[in-house]
C-alpha cells in the first residue's frame, strides 16, 4: 500500500514540475487576407495549422480574416505572414496581442 | 481480358472526348449554386462530420468531407453509416451488392444523383453504392421527402446528391490507401489541375481500384464473407468557366467490377458460385449560359449518357441474369431569378432506357421511354417563409400520362427555429428483377411478372421542426423532429413462400396496400470545444399487404435504429477520435424463415472506431468496423445443401461479416 502511495506521490510531483515550469509566451495574431472562397478556407487551415510555433488557427471568410494564436519562441509574425503569402494570399498584420493566458503573473 | 479490352476503349474515349468538347460554347452554375456543400467550412476551426442544412426548403442531411473521413468510408454505402435516416444493408449474403433503405423503403424509390444527373438507374443500382468511392466525394446531400421536379419525378422517399472533389480544388494530387485485415484494399488517386492562369480550364482525374483478394469464412458456413473481387474505376471531369458568361462541364467514366462470391475455393471447382461481371461508361456534359449580366437569367442544358453491363451466372449458370442497359437523359431549363422574392424554372426533359435482357433462359428487351415538361415557382419572404410549388407532366411511353405535383414549405419565425413541410407525387418505371437483385441468389422457382416494367407511384408527405437551441451562440446544438409517410398507388410485390419467389402488381391485387410511416429525432451538441455528440433515433413502421405473411409487417425491414456518435478533436485536428455505435431494431422476416422467435430478428449492436493522426498534408488513420463482432446467425438458407431446393441465400437482415480492422493513409500535396 506504502509503495502505492509512493508511486502516486511521484507522479503527481513530476506532473507538477513539469507543469511549473516557465509560462509558454504566447500572442494572439490577425491577418487581413485576399481569402474569397471557401476552398481558400479550407487551404488555410489545413496548411497553417501544421506551421512550426502555431497553438490555435480561427479562418473567417466573412471579414477575411486569419486570427493565430502562437508560442514566440518558436515563430513570429513575419514568419506566419510568409507562411500566408506562401499559399497565394496576401497577409497583412492588424493586430498583434498576448493572449488573455499569457497576461496572467 | 474483358477488363483490359474495356479499359482501353474507355481510355481512348476519355482521350478524345476533351478534344470533341472543346468546340462545345459554354454555361453558369447549372441548376445554381450549391451553397450547403460546404457550408460547415465557412467559418472554421474545424469542420462538422454529419449536419444538418439550416437554410434548406427540404430537410437536408449533409455528410461532409470531414464525415467522409470518421470511417474507412471505401464506398458510398458505408458512408451512411452515422446516418440513421438511411440504413446501409446486403442484397444478399454472396455477390457484396449493397443497399440503402430510406424511409422504410427499398433504395430504389430514392433518386441517386451526381451533381444533379440522376444515376444508379436500372441495372446500375444493384452494386452503385459500391462502385462511387468514398473519398472521390467532397460531400452527400441527404434530402428527405419529396424534393424538386427538375431531375424527373424518380425520387418517391428522398434524394441523395454526390458532390465530387472539383477541378478548381487547389490539391494537384490526392492518394489514400487503405487495408483491411481481410486482405480489402483499396486506392485512390486523385490529381485537379488548373490549366491557366484565369482557371477557364480547369480538371479533376480520379482513380480508384479496389480488391479483396483472400475471401474468408468467419462463420463456418463454407461460403465467403465478401466475394473474391476485383474493380477498377476511371473518371475525368472537366469545367470551362468563362468569368463573363458560359459554363461547361463534362466528364466521362468508366468502371469495370468482377466478383466471384460463393463457397469457398477449398470446396473444389464443382462448388456453388456466383460470377458477376459489371461494366459501366458514361459520358455528360452540361451547359450554362447566362442571359443577362448578373446571372439572374440563365439557360442550362444537361446531357448524359450511360452503359451499363451486367453478366452474372449462380452456381454454373443453372440460373443466369445477362444484360445490357442503354441510358440516355437529356435536361433543358430556363431559370429567371431576376426578382428576390419571385424564381422560376421551366423546362423539359426526357430520359430513355433500352434494355436487353436474358432473364432466366428467356429473352427479353424494353425500350422505356419518359417525356415530361415542368415549372418551378419558388417565392421567397426574406428568411422567414419559402414556398418551392412544382408542377410536372410526363408521357411514358407505357404508362400514358401523368400529373405530378409538389409542394415545400419552409417557416422559420426566428433564427432559433425551422418548421418545414413538403410533399407529392413520385412515379418511376419498375425493373423488377434487378430492383430485387437478390433474389437470384435463392433456389426457388421465381414465378409471376418479372419481365415487364410497370410504373410504381406513391405519395410521400412530411415535416420536419428543428430548434437550435439559443444558449449555443454558434448553432451548434439543435434538436430536430421530423415525420415522413408514404402511400403507394402501386408497386411491384415480392412474396417468399417455402419453395416460390412471386412477383405481382399490386394494381391487380384488389385491395392491396403498401405505406410506411417513418419518425426521427436528431440532436446534436458540443458541450466543449473539439468534442460533438451527436444522437439520433428512426423509428418506422412499414406496412405491406402480402398473401404470404401471417401479418401485414413488410418483411425484412427494421423498426427501428439508433445512432450516438462521439468525436473528439484536439485543438487545429491534430488528432482526431471517432466513435459510433448504433442499435438495430428488429425486422419482421418472411414466415418461411424458421427459428425467428416471433417471427422477427434479434436487435443487435454495431461499433465503429477509428483514431486519426494528422501531420502536414499527411493523415494516417487506424480503426475498426462491427468491434462487436456481431454477425447474423445463419444467413445462408440450405447452406450445407447449396444445390438444394431451400437454398436461399437473399433474406440478409444484419452483417455478413464479423470485426474488421483497417489502416490507410491520404497524403495531398497542395497547389
Same mark, same amino acid.
Given at each position: 500500500?506504502?509503495?502505492?502511495?509512493?508511486?502516486?506521490?511521484?507522479?503527481?510531483?513530476?506532473?507538477?514540475?513539469?507543469?511549473?515550469?516557465?509560462?509558454?509566451?504566447?500572442?494572439?495574431?490577425?491577418?487581413?487576407?485576399?481569402?474569397?472562397?471557401?476552398?481558400?478556407?479550407?487551404?488555410?487551415?489545413?496548411?497553417?495549422?501544421?506551421?512550426?510555433?502555431?497553438?490555435?488557427?480561427?479562418?473567417?471568410?466573412?471579414?477575411?480574416?486569419?486570427?493565430?494564436?502562437?508560442?514566440?519562441?518558436?515563430?513570429?509574425?513575419?514568419?506566419?505572414?510568409?507562411?500566408?503569402?506562401?499559399?497565394?494570399?496576401?497577409?497583412?498584420?492588424?493586430?498583434?496581442?498576448?493572449?488573455?493566458?499569457?497576461?496572467?503573473? | 481480358?474483358?477488363?483490359?479490352?474495356?479499359?482501353?476503349?474507355?481510355?481512348?474515349?476519355?482521350?478524345?472526348?476533351?478534344?470533341?468538347?472543346?468546340?462545345?460554347?459554354?454555361?453558369?452554375?447549372?441548376?445554381?449554386?450549391?451553397?450547403?456543400?460546404?457550408?460547415?467550412?465557412?467559418?472554421?476551426?474545424?469542420?462538422?462530420?454529419?449536419?444538418?442544412?439550416?437554410?434548406?426548403?427540404?430537410?437536408?442531411?449533409?455528410?461532409?468531407?470531414? #464525415?467522409?473521413?470518421?470511417?474507412?468510408?471505401?464506398?458510398?454505402?458505408?458512408?451512411?453509416?452515422?446516418?440513421?435516416?438511411?440504413?446501409?444493408?446486403?442484397?444478399?449474403?454472396?455477390?457484396?451488392?449493397?443497399?440503402?433503405?430510406?424511409?422504410?423503403?427499398?433504395?430504389?424509390?430514392?433518386?441517386?444523383?451526381?451533381?444533379?444527373?440522376?444515376?444508379?438507374?436500372?441495372?446500375?443500382?444493384?452494386?452503385?453504392?459500391?462502385?462511387?468511392?468514398?473519398?472521390?466525394?467532397?460531400?452527400?446531400?441527404?434530402?428527405?421527402?419529396?424534393?424538386?421536379?427538375?431531375?424527373?419525378?424518380?425520387?418517391?422517399?428522398?434524394?441523395?446528391?454526390?458532390? =465530387?472533389?472539383?477541378?478548381?480544388?487547389?490539391?494537384?494530387?490526392?492518394? @489514400?490507401?487503405?487495408?483491411?485485415?481481410?486482405?480489402?484494399?483499396?486506392?485512390?488517386?486523385?490529381?485537379?489541375? @488548373?490549366?491557366?492562369?484565369?482557371?477557364?480550364?480547369?480538371?479533376?482525374?480520379?482513380? =480508384?481500384?479496389?480488391?479483396?483478394?483472400?475471401?474468408?469464412?468467419?462463420? #463456418?458456413?463454407?461460403?465467403?464473407?465478401?466475394?473474391?473481387?476485383?474493380?477498377?474505376?476511371?473518371?475525368?471531369?472537366?469545367?470551362?468557366?468563362?468569368?463573363?458568361?458560359?459554363?461547361?462541364?463534362?466528364?466521362?467514366?468508366?468502371?469495370?467490377?468482377?466478383?466471384?462470391?460463393?463457397?469457398?475455393?477449398?470446396?473444389?471447382?464443382?462448388?456453388?458460385?456466383?460470377?458477376?461481371?459489371?461494366?459501366?461508361?458514361?459520358?455528360?456534359?452540361?451547359?450554362?449560359?447566362?442571359?443577362?449580366?448578373?446571372?439572374?437569367?440563365?439557360?442550362?442544358?444537361?446531357?448524359?449518357?450511360? %452503359? /451499363?453491363?451486367?453478366?452474372?451466372?449462380?452456381?454454373?449458370?443453372?440460373?443466369?441474369?445477362?444484360?445490357?442497359?442503354?441510358?440516355?437523359?437529356?435536361?433543358?431549363?430556363?431559370?429567371?431569378?431576376?426578382?428576390?422574392? =419571385?424564381?422560376?424554372?421551366?423546362?423539359?426533359?426526357?430520359?430513355?432506357?433500352?434494355?436487353?435482357?436474358?432473364?432466366?433462359?428467356?429473352?427479353?428487351?424494353?425500350?422505356?421511354?419518359?417525356?415530361?415538361?415542368?415549372?418551378? %415557382?419558388?417565392?421567397?419572404?426574406?428568411?422567414?417563409?419559402?414556398?418551392?410549388?412544382?408542377?410536372?407532366?410526363?408521357?411514358?411511353?407505357?404508362?400514358?400520362?401523368?400529373?405530378?405535383?409538389?409542394?415545400?414549405?419552409?417557416?422559420?419565425?426566428?433564427?432559433?427555429?425551422?418548421?418545414?413541410?413538403?410533399?407529392?407525387?413520385?412515379?418511376?418505371?419498375?425493373?423488377?428483377?434487378?430492383?430485387?437483385?437478390?433474389?437470384?441468389?435463392?433456389?426457388?422457382?421465381?414465378?409471376?411478372? %418479372?419481365?415487364?416494367?410497370?410504373?410504381?407511384?406513391?405519395?410521400?408527405?412530411?415535416?420536419?421542426?428543428?430548434?437550435?437551441?439559443?444558449?449555443?451562440?454558434?448553432?451548434?446544438?439543435?434538436?430536430?423532429?421530423?415525420?415522413?409517410?408514404?402511400?403507394?398507388?402501386?408497386?411491384?410485390?415480392?412474396?417468399?413462400?417455402?419453395?416460390?419467389?412471386?412477383?405481382?402488381?399490386?394494381?391487380?391485387?384488389?385491395?392491396?396496400?403498401?405505406?410506411? =410511416?417513418?419518425?426521427?429525432?436528431?440532436?446534436?451538441?458540443?458541450?466543449?470545444?473539439?468534442?460533438?455528440?451527436?444522437?439520433?433515433?428512426?423509428?418506422?413502421?412499414?406496412? /405491406?399487404?402480402?398473401?404470404?405473411?401471417?401479418?401485414?409487417?413488410?418483411?425484412?425491414?427494421?423498426?427501428?435504429?439508433?445512432?450516438?456518435?462521439? /468525436?473528439?478533436?484536439?485543438?487545429?485536428?491534430?488528432?482526431?477520435?471517432?466513435?459510433?455505435?448504433?442499435?438495430?431494431?428488429?425486422?419482421?422476416?418472411?414466415?418461411?424463415?424458421?427459428?425467428?422467435?416471433?417471427?422477427?430478428?434479434?436487435?443487435?449492436?454495431?461499433?465503429?472506431?477509428?483514431?486519426?493522426?494528422?501531420?502536414?498534408?499527411?493523415?494516417?488513420?487506424?480503426?475498426?468496423?462491427?468491434?462487436?463482432?456481431?454477425? /447474423?446467425?445463419?444467413?445462408?438458407?440450405?447452406?450445407?445443401?447449396?444445390?438444394?431446393?431451400?437454398?436461399?441465400?437473399?433474406?440478409?437482415?444484419?452483417?455478413?461479416?464479423?470485426?474488421?480492422?483497417?489502416?490507410?493513409?491520404?497524403?495531398?500535396?497542395?497547389?
Amino acid at each position: 500500500m506504502k509503495k502505492t502511495f509512493a508511486i502516486l506521490a511521484a507522479a503527481i510531483l513530476s506532473a507538477a514540475l513539469l507543469t511549473s515550469g516557465k509560462p509558454v509566451d504566447k500572442r494572439q495574431v490577425t491577418f487581413v487576407t485576399s481569402i474569397e472562397c471557401k476552398k481558400c478556407v479550407e487551404k488555410v487551415r489545413e496548411n497553417m495549422s501544421f506551421e512550426k510555433g502555431v497553438e490555435d488557427l480561427e479562418v473567417t471568410l466573412d471579414d477575411q480574416t486569419v486570427k493565430i494564436t502562437y508560442n514566440t519562441a518558436k515563430t513570429d509574425t513575419t514568419k506566419l505572414g510568409a507562411a500566408i503569402r506562401k499559399l497565394g494570399y496576401t497577409a497583412k498584420v492588424v493586430k498583434d496581442t498576448p493572449t488573455p493566458a499569457s497576461k496572467r503573473p | 481480358m474483358k477488363h483490359l479490352s474495356f479499359l482501353l476503349f474507355s481510355v481512348l474515349f476519355i482521350g478524345l472526348a476533351p478534344r470533341a468538347e472543346a468546340q462545345m460554347p459554354d454555361t453558369t452554375g447549372i441548376y445554381g449554386e450549391r451553397k450547403d456543400s460546404l457550408e460547415a467550412a465557412v467559418f472554421v476551426s474545424r469542420q462538422a462530420g454529419n449536419y444538418l442544412s439550416k437554410g434548406k426548403e427540404i430537410r437536408t442531411e449533409v455528410i461532409s468531407a470531414a #464525415g467522409l473521413c470518421k470511417m474507412a468510408c471505401c464506398s458510398l454505402a458505408e458512408s451512411f453509416e452515422n446516418s440513421a435516416s438511411v440504413t446501409v444493408g446486403y442484397a444478399d449474403a454472396v455477390t457484396g451488392a449493397r443497399q440503402i433503405r430510406l424511409l422504410g423503403q427499398n433504395g430504389i424509390y430514392t433518386q441517386m444523383l451526381d451533381e444533379n444527373r440522376p444515376v444508379m438507374r436500372g441495372l446500375s443500382a444493384p452494386f452503385g453504392l459500391n462502385y462511387v468511392p468514398g473519398q472521390w466525394l467532397e460531400s452527400i446531400q441527404i434530402a428527405k421527402g419529396m424534393t424538386s421536379v427538375i431531375n424527373g419525378v424518380e425520387s418517391m422517399t428522398g434524394q441523395i446528391n454526390m458532390e =465530387h472533389r472539383k477541378p478548381t480544388d487547389e490539391k494537384p494530387l490526392y492518394i @489514400q490507401a487503405s487495408a483491411m485485415a481481410d486482405t480489402k484494399c483499396d486506392l485512390n488517386v486523385i490529381s485537379s489541375l @488548373q490549366l491557366d492562369d484565369m482557371q477557364k480550364w480547369s480538371t479533376v482525374i480520379l482513380a =480508384h481500384v479496389d480488391g479483396n483478394f483472400k475471401p474468408m469464412d468467419g462463420n #463456418g458456413d463454407g461460403f465467403m464473407d465478401d466475394p473474391r473481387q476485383l474493380q477498377f474505376n476511371f473518371a475525368n471531369r472537366w469545367l470551362y468557366f468563362n468569368p463573363g458568361g458560359i459554363q461547361v462541364r463534362f466528364g466521362v467514366r468508366a468502371i469495370s467490377d468482377s466478383r466471384l462470391g460463393g463457397q469457398m475455393e477449398t470446396f473444389g471447382e464443382d462448388r456453388w458460385k456466383a460470377d458477376i461481371l459489371n461494366r459501366n461508361l458514361n459520358g455528360y456534359v452540361k451547359v450554362g449560359l447566362p442571359l443577362n449580366e448578373d446571372g439572374s437569367k440563365s439557360f442550362a442544358v444537361v446531357a448524359d449518357y450511360t %452503359y /451499363q453491363n451486367m453478366e452474372s451466372s449462380y452456381s454454373f449458370a443453372r440460373r443466369s441474369y445477362d444484360a445490357g442497359q442503354n441510358t440516355a437523359f437529356a435536361n433543358i431549363l430556363y431559370q429567371d431569378n431576376s426578382n428576390e422574392a =419571385h424564381h422560376f424554372t421551366a423546362g423539359i426533359s426526357n430520359t430513355f432506357d433500352f434494355y436487353k435482357e436474358t432473364v432466366l433462359g428467356k429473352q427479353a428487351s424494353a425500350r422505356l421511354n419518359d417525356l415530361g415538361a415542368f415549372g418551378e %415557382y419558388t417565392f421567397h419572404s426574406g428568411d422567414v417563409f419559402s414556398m418551392i410549388a412544382g408542377l410536372r407532366g410526363d408521357w411514358y411511353n407505357l404508362g400514358g400520362f401523368r400529373f405530378s405535383p409538389r409542394l415545400t414549405l419552409k417557416y422559420s419565425p426566428d433564427e432559433s427555429i425551422v418548421l418545414r413541410a413538403n410533399g407529392g407525387r413520385g412515379i418511376r418505371y419498375s425493373v423488377p428483377l434487378v430492383d430485387n437483385f437478390g433474389v437470384l441468389s435463392s433456389a426457388k422457382t421465381i414465378t409471376g411478372d %418479372y419481365i415487364s416494367h410497370p410504373l410504381e407511384e406513391s405519395w410521400t408527405f412530411g415535416g420536419n421542426a428543428t430548434w437550435y437551441m439559443p444558449f449555443d451562440k454558434s448553432g451548434k446544438t439543435w434538436l430536430s423532429v421530423d415525420y415522413f409517410g408514404s402511400i403507394f398507388t402501386n408497386q411491384v410485390f415480392i412474396e417468399y413462400t417455402d419453395t416460390e419467389i412471386q412477383f405481382s402488381e399490386m394494381k391487380d391485387r384488389p385491395g392491396s396496400y403498401s405505406r410506411t =410511416h417513418n419518425f426521427q429525432v436528431d440532436f446534436s451538441t458540443e458541450p466543449f470545444r473539439g468534442f460533438t455528440v451527436t444522437l439520433t433515433g428512426r423509428y418506422t413502421d412499414a406496412r /405491406q399487404s402480402l398473401a404470404c405473411q401471417s401479418d401485414d409487417v413488410k418483411p425484412m425491414t427494421s423498426r427501428y435504429k439508433g445512432v450516438l456518435n462521439l /468525436q473528439y478533436a484536439t485543438r487545429l485536428n491534430k488528432w482526431i477520435f471517432d466513435f459510433t455505435a448504433s442499435v438495430n431494431g428488429p425486422c419482421r422476416v418472411w414466415d418461411f424463415m424458421k427459428g425467428y422467435e416471433g417471427g422477427y430478428s434479434p436487435v443487435f449492436p454495431l461499433l465503429y472506431a477509428q483514431v486519426t493522426r494528422r501531420f502536414k498534408g499527411w493523415d494516417i488513420y487506424f480503426g475498426g468496423e462491427n468491434l462487436t463482432n456481431y454477425r /447474423q446467425p445463419n444467413p445462408i438458407i440450405g447452406y450445407d445443401a447449396p444445390f438444394g431446393p431451400d437454398f436461399d441465400a437473399s433474406c440478409v437482415w444484419g452483417p455478413v461479416s464479423g470485426i474488421k480492422i483497417y489502416a490507410g493513409f491520404r497524403f495531398t500535396l497542395w497547389k
